[in-house]
């Protein structure tokens, strides 16, 4: 069995479990070796993962900020084959020994397709039991298994154990924080999901920003196991409510003995800390380089601290109907209270879609729709056409550069816009004048307008809170030309000619907001295009093209 993605869904092996409730806080900190496992690869009859690489560079990334797990002790493997996964935990077996250590840490996970007899590393399988039976050999005194895929409780020892709800609940006398715990991402019959909205697996999210401090329910700058399994079970089972394959029900399988509890991270240990105080409220959402990093539910009246890699965050907020998007600086070697800037108020649609893909991914610009209305003017081409005319005797009468045009966008998507646009060409017209034996002249007149209508994508990047919003667009489409030839009073002879029009340009809008509630409908831009629309041909196939270089200001108005 694998993880549930969008396109497959299969039905994993019962998993039964015992927990246990350690009573003090161990002071200290082991010797931990961690080994990060990732596998996106299917096997028979099984669709690839999406975001198993993602989970367990996650993992990898809050134990070695708070675990702490030094550079040196700590593998990721992504997509290992049976051969290379056995021979990274004999590896990490010889460096224990090596070692020589009274007391040291095991810490495993592995993200990606299992069934109940094993690990699916794409076409080869790992048995668990193999595995099990390799993992218990390393000579660590303690050992934390993390398992996050289908199936996967088939790892842990049946004999004696039994299903519960939260870790906490649970208590069992003379435990300490040697022997081994297996934690599995489901319970029977139900399956692992990957979230797209969180890039990754909801269990593993949530068990990461729990190490990150959200689990840390006492306070006092340590995560221990409970903690973190409680806060994971609790968020996992909430987050997989309202999904189409159903809840998922994180378990637990314990054989450790003795007392104390076992310290996974310690937060209070973090260069760069943010601070939730009691008046803080709402569900929070943080993003940082396009990638979901917390989502957390903060109660009022209570502090909340999350150890969180510096630099600047993208946040949506929300208290019951209201949400705002803002934008969040975290500094290094700082606690950094929560005061968000540059804040604006969302539409009740952005809200409800705040978990689709990635906060920068999934941020639409403020409208769906815009329309634009422009003017400006065009080059006027000279060329083989045009000579002809000049060889006939015809001399210009007037040339028109001015030219407008009319666009409606919609956004797909924060950087993506599809574009529909009617536009105008050059106008031009040419006359000559034939004197004849009696000295009268015959005047004729020769002239053409053109006009285009095209489809096409923008790409845009939202600059300075979305005021600014430089952009890069092609189109392509239909150019017509209608033309009219007179000659004296015999009446006009008109013609109507179509061809290709392909443009491409750069252009900028300035976009401002306005208010408490953020109004952003109206605004300004200029752009530049290059129009290629030969559609005007004489009889001797000769082609003028109506296009040029277009330089447009105009009025955008946003829904």
Not at 226 to 236: M, V, W
Request: with cysteine; glycine share 10%.
């Amino acid at each position: 069995m694998y993880k549930a993605t969008t396109e497959t869904m299969m039905t994993p092996l019962p998993l039964l479990l015992s927990l246990s409730l350690p009573a003090f806080a161990d002071a200290t900190v082991l010797p931990t070796w961690a080994l990060v496992v990732g596998s996106n690869r299917p096997g028979e009859g099984q669709t690839a993962l999406r975001y198993a690489h993602d989970d367990a560079e996650r993992m990898a990334a809050v134990l070695a900020e708070l675990g702490p797990v030094p550079p040196e002790r700590l593998r990721v493997l992504t997509d290992p084959d049976p051969a290379r996964l056995s021979e990274a935990i004999d590896q990490v077996e010889r460096e224990i020994v090596a070692a020589g250590l009274d007391r040291s840490r095991l810490f495993f996970y592995y993200s990606g397709h299992a069934r109940a007899s094993g690990l699916d590393l794409g076409p080869e399988r790992l048995a668990l039991s193999a595995l099990r039976a390799q993992l218990e050999r390393v000579p660590a005194s303690s050992r934390v298994l993390v398992l996050d895929a289908c199936q996967s409780g088939a790892l842990a020892d049946p004999k004696g154990v039994h299903a519960s709800g939260t870790f906490s609940t649970v208590s069992v006398q003379g435990l300490d924080t040697e022997g081994t715990v297996v934690i599995a991402s489901s319970s029977a019959d139900e399956l692992s999901q990957e979230d797209e909205s969180l890039q990754g697996s909801p269990f593993t999210h949530h068990l990461v920003v729990g190490l990150r401090g959200a689990a840390d329910r006492d306070a006092d700058g340590r995560v221990t196991l409970d903690e973190a399994y409680g806060y994971a079970y609790d968020r996992t089972l909430l987050s997989t409510s309202g999904t189409r394959i159903g809840r998922q029900h994180p378990t637990l399988n314990s054989e450790l003995k003795g007392r104390g509890a076992m310290v996974l991270t310690r937060p209070e240990g973090a260069s760069a800390r943010l601070h939730l105080g009691p008046q803080d409220e709402g569900e929070l959402l943080l993003a940082r380089d396009g990638f979901v990093v917390a989502e957390v539910s903060k109660v009022a009246g209570e502090a909340l601290t999350l150890a969180l890699p510096p630099g600047s965050y993208e946040v949506v907020h929300q208290q019951g109907e209201d949400a705002e998007r803002c934008e969040l600086e975290i500094a290094a070697g700082t606690s950094t209270l929560y005061a968000p800037t540059r804040c604006r108020r969302l539409r009740a649609d952005e809200a409800r879609a705040k978990g689709e893909a990635g906060l920068a991914d999934r941020s639409t610009l403020v409208e769906t729709v815009g329309i634009e209305l422009s003017i400006g003017g065009t080059t006027i081409g000279q060329d083989a056409y045009t000579t002809r005319l000049e060889d006939f005797s015809y001399g210009e009468g007037w040339n028109l550069g001015l030219v407008g045009s009319a666009r409606v966008s919609y956004s797909l998507h924060r950087n993506l816009s599809l574009l529909a646009s009617t536009a105008s060409l050059e106008a031009q017209s040419w006359q000559r004048s034939i004197g004849s034996e009696g000295g009268n002249s015959n005047e004729t007149r020769f002239g053409w307008r053109g006009s285009r209508t095209m489809l096409g994508a923008r790409g845009q990047l939202p600059l300075a809170d979305d005021w600014l919003v430089p952009y890069a667009q092609v189109e392509a489409g239909l150019g017509t030309s209608f033309s009219e030839y007179q000659s004296g009073e015999d009446p006009a002879v008109e013609q109507r000619q179509w061809g290709p029009a392909i443009g491409g340009g750069l252009g900028l809008q300035l976009m401002p907001s306005f208010g408490q509630r953020r109004w952003r409908h109206l605004g300004l831009f200029v752009q530049v295009e290059l129009v290629h629309a030969p559609v005007l041909k004489n009889l001797l196939d000769e082609t003028h093209d109506l296009g040029g270089r277009v330089t447009t200001v105009g009025l955008r108005a946003a829904l």
